[in-house]
């Protein structure tokens, strides 16, 4: 018999009838013999309808007051399929995540699992019941209700199979599995059968939001197996898998992500002197912007440009803080463009292939977009454009990089 902890997204359990499917299916698990432990997140839709209401009436809700008000999403679809799951004769219990004791920090709106006490999810299975866990909050040593950050339930469930030593971490989607990129943006896009945990962990932490990235992370931590299957269609899903293919033939690029709401700040003509970066990233860093791309570019007359990129709902907040750095350094100009997005090739493939770069910049030149800015490591690289043409981008680079599904070629042809 085997412990699997399985999460179901907000579409997977969007209407009740959806709920209803979940439980038919959660049922046919445990009719298996299994013993599970079921992860939702809130209704499709119903954490943004819940920010908006914040927001209607202050313009920065008070992070505090948003965890308590975005939790109550999970805690609506945890009773709702509880309850479709006893509607089935199948015993099964819902727990909010500070009654199963996921224990957090206490950054408000993005908080971190510290810990988590299993005792009472065990207790629960020997008395043979489900265990239904709300995603994507927990609860800080003060008492105070945290969430995780958008697509957190993901994390809780990963978190949770790794304190529960399950046999398997199951995350349901809306799509099959892991694709090259995303399939909605993509249809040539082509379902994997597995992915390195690493190169996961890049697609992750670069817009592809198939999983968060501390559920990665946590993954890799804890040696979780997990895999990524569909609510909606039988498959195998795609695994995420702990060792490195050492298969020869690892194709350079494992998959394409990309982010689109991205702004791009500029402070030209700073002073090209030691600790000019921190005195301009330091303040923005410091108001818990998270700054994402940065390139600084020293001119011959011993001047300075930095260029950084940050989520385009902060790049005012930015610019402000920014404006005030360059008054005081007597910067030429402060330059925000809300319009740009990054596109980024992923794959362990590339420590052995030259010249990925190269081939990425020539299909760009011949799509006429401009790269504005570029940064590598050792198994990606990330390029930010005009964000109008970032869907041209990716579909041109999946084509170019052999990406796309050969089926869904015949399929179309
Ligand atoms: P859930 O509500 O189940 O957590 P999400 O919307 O958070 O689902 O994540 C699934 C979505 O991730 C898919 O619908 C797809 O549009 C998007 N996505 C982005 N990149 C990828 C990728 N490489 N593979 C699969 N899905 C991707
Ligand atoms: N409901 C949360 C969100 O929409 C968490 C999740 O679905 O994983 O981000
Ligand atoms: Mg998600």
Redesign the pocket.
């Known amino acids: 018999m085997a412990l699997i902890v399985q ?6 359990v969007g209407t009740v009838e959806r709920i209803n499917a979940v439980a038919d299916k959660v049922a046919g698990f445990r009719d298996k013999g299994d013993d599970l432990v079921v992860v939702v ?1 809130a209704m ?1 839709g119903e954490t943004n309808r819940l920010t908006a209401l914040a927001e209607e009436i202050m313009e920065f809700p008070t992070p505090r007051e948003m965890d308590v008000l975005l939790s109550t999403g999970e805690q609506v679809t945890i009773a709702l399929l509880t309850m479709a799951l006893e509607q089935r004769g199948c015993r099964a219990r819902s727990f909010t995540g500070g009654q199963v004791r996921v224990l957090t920090d206490n950054t408000h709106t993005k908080a971190r699992i510290r810990e988590i006490d299993s005792t009472r999810i065990h207790e629960q299975l020997q008395q043979g019941n489900v265990v239904v866990v709300a995603g994507f909050q927990g609860v800080s040593e003060e008492g105070h209700i945290t969430t995780l950050g958008r ?1 957190g ?2 994390t809780t469930a990963v978190a949770l199979a790794a304190a529960l030593k399950a046999d398997e971490c199951q ?5 099959k ?9 993509v249809a040539a ?1 082509r379902l ?1 059968t597995s992915i390195t945990f690493e190169e996961m962990l890049e ?1 992750a932490s670069l ?6 990235i501390r559920a990665v992370e946590f993954a890799g931590k804890y040696k979780v197996p997990l895999r ?1 299957l569909s ?1 909606f269609e039988e498959g195998p899903g ?1 695994l995420i898998s702990l060792e490195e293919d050492t298969d020869m033939e690892t194709p350079a690029i494992a ?3 990309f982010e689109r709401d991205e702004a791009k700040l500029t402070v030209a003509g700073v002073p090209d002197v030691p600790g000019i970066a921190y005195e301009v990233i330091g303040p923005v860093s410091e108001a818990g912007i998270e700054v994402d791309v940065i390139v600084q570019n020293a001119a011959a007359d011993g001047t300075n440009d930095i260029t950084f990129t940050v989520k385009r709902s902060e790049g005012e907040r930015a610019k402000t803080i920014i404006d005030a750095v360059a008054t005081k350094l007597k910067a030429a100009s402060v330059v925000l463009d809300k319009k740009v997005g990054k596109v980024s090739l992923v794959g362990v493939g590339m420590r052995s292939h030259a010249g990925i770069a190269a081939k990425m910049f020539k299909v760009l030149a011949d799509e006429s977009i401009n790269i504005q800015l570029i940064t590598t490591s050792e198994i990606r690289i990330s390029i930010v454009i005009e964000e109008k043409y970032l869907e041209l981008a990716v579909r041109a680079l999946h084509s170019a990089f052999d990406l796309d599904d050969p089926d869904y070629e015949k399929q179309s042809s």
């Open positions: 999460k179901y997204g907000g579409t997977s997140s499709s697509g339930s993901d995350i349901y989607t809306d799509v599995g892991v694709y090259t990129t995303d399939p909605r943006v896009a994997l697609l817009g592809a939001k198939v999983l968060q990524v609510s795609t998959g394409i992500a």
